[in-house]
């Protein structure tokens, strides 16, 4: 779900999933992007958090995941003065369905967005890839035991 504030910027809810295995992340970047994310995408009005992630991860990957547990709810602070955005996201731990995805080489998946890349990187390259946000750069090597409440400010670095 986006709000935008005529003036202020852009206020967004978003999920985002952290799908680890076999010691891998798997992250996904636009092909006209030189940066990572997780997959994820908007909530949408009246969808839930946990909802929007299932969903939004049929319709990149082509799979279905299943929910284990929130990770992080995460505030985050981006973009230029004149376009800054406020992003309420929830991050949640999923579990792979299909074990055709798995790492391995290359990942080919069956979704509908052909302008995506998908890659599985291993977990101890996190901390060097240009990622974003960047908290997952640390945050992806110990995932926490219980939800935690981040800010991240890239708008002033903290």
Known sequence: MKLRIEGKGTVVIRSSA???????????????DEFWS???????FTET??????RET??????????DRLLWIVESFFGPPINRWHEVGF???L???DPALIPSASLT?????DDLLFRWFPVEEIRDLAIYPVFLRAALL???????HVVNNEIDGS
Do not use: F, T
């Not at 952290?18 to 006209?32: D, F, K, T």
């Open 18 to 32: 952290v799908i680890v295995a076999e010691g891998h992340v798997l992250l996904h970047r636009h092909v006209s």
């Open 38 to 44: 997780l997959i994820g995408g908007g909530v949408e």
């Open 49 to 54: 958090s946990s909802d929007a992630i299932i």
């Open 58 to 67: 049929q319709e990149e990957l082509g799979a279905v995941c299943s929910v």
């Open 91 to 93: 991050y949640y731990l």
């Open 95 to 97: 579990k792979l369905d």
């Open 109 to 113: 998946p069956n979704g509908k967005e």
């Open 142 to 148: 110990d995932l926490p035991g219980c939800v935690e």
